[in-house]
T-cell receptor, first 117, second 116 residues
Framework: GDSVTQMEGPVTLSEEAFLTINCTYTATGYPSLFWYVQYPGEGLQLLLKATKADDKGSNKGFEATYRKETTSFHLEKGSVQVSDSAVYFCALSDSVNYGGSQGNLIFGKGTKLSVKP | DAGVTQSPTHLIKTRGQQVTLRCSPKSGHDTVSWYQQALGQGPQFIFQYYEEEERQRGNFPDRFSGHQFPNYSSELNVNALLLGDSALYLC???????????????FGNGTRLTVT
């Protein structure tokens, strides 16, 4: 079945460092890909998404490119801040949608990021 | 504009008991999905409700059941609780009717269930 694999954490960086969190996926169809972020004590928030190959999602300085040839969707940010400390989840949605609503989201295990001042 | 609200925030139950968790979707949303997030893991899809019916279901036993009400709010019921049911239960809402492609999920802050 479909699955998502992301790099193990925790990741600890100094403020203004470059961030990469690797994510690869396995899917039989043409999934949409997502990055969600979970701040301590809160629910998940959508960070960015890409719905087809070569799309680049971006938000709040984060970006990720949908690479079909390498089945990857790596998250990057050029200069992290202390406020970026959170758990980041890569996820995919199968291509079957009901109306406009996302179907079943399949998540990776999450990568905890800690940014030190 | 209120987002997704879940109640209660924390709950402690004994093995074998039954539990009901509640979710109110974001205003304007008509679809509710439930996820289970075990400690240190990513969320796992339990099921999704639309028009008061279960539309999709993940790989969870029949002990997990749900309901959606005419106002789009939803309940998740778990019977015969096991220790392994201890987790954060997340509700997410979205829009189906009239939505653009890939209407995003909006998550609540979750209910932390501890089974002892």
């Amino acid at each position: 079945g479909d699955s998502v694999t992301q790099m193990e954490g925790p990741v600890t960086l100094s403020e203004e460092a470059f961030l990469t969190i690797n994510c690869t996926y396995t899917a039989t169809g043409y999934p949409s890909l997502f990055w969600y972020v979970q701040y301590p004590g809160e629910g998940l928030q959508l960070l960015l998404k890409a719905t087809k190959a070569d799309d680049k999602g971006s938000n709040k300085g984060f970006e990720a490119t949908y690479r079909k040839e390498t089945t990857s969707f790596h998250l990057e940010k050029g200069s992290v801040q202390v406020s970026d400390s959170a758990v980041y989840f890569c996820a995919l949605s199968d291509s079957v949608n009901y109306g406009g609503s996302q179907g079943n989201l399949i998540f990776g295990k999450g990568t905890k990021l800690s940014v030190k001042p | 504009d209120a987002g997704v609200t879940q109640s209660p925030t924390h709950l402690i139950k004994t093995r074998g008991q039954q539990v009901t968790l509640r979710c109110s979707p974001k205003s304007g949303h008509d679809t509710v999905s439930w996820y289970q997030q075990a400690l240190g893991q990513g969320p796992q899809f339990i099921f999704q409700y639309y028009e008061e019916e279960e539309r999709q279901r993940g790989n969870f036993p029949d002990r997990f059941s749900g309901h959606q009400f005419p106002n789009y709010s939803s309940e998740l019921n778990v019977n015969a609780l096991l220790l392994g049911d201890s987790a954060l239960y997340l509700c997410a809402s979205s829009l189906t009717e009239g939505a653009s492609y890939n209407s995003p999920l909006h998550f609540g802050n979750g209910t932390r269930l501890t089974v002892t």
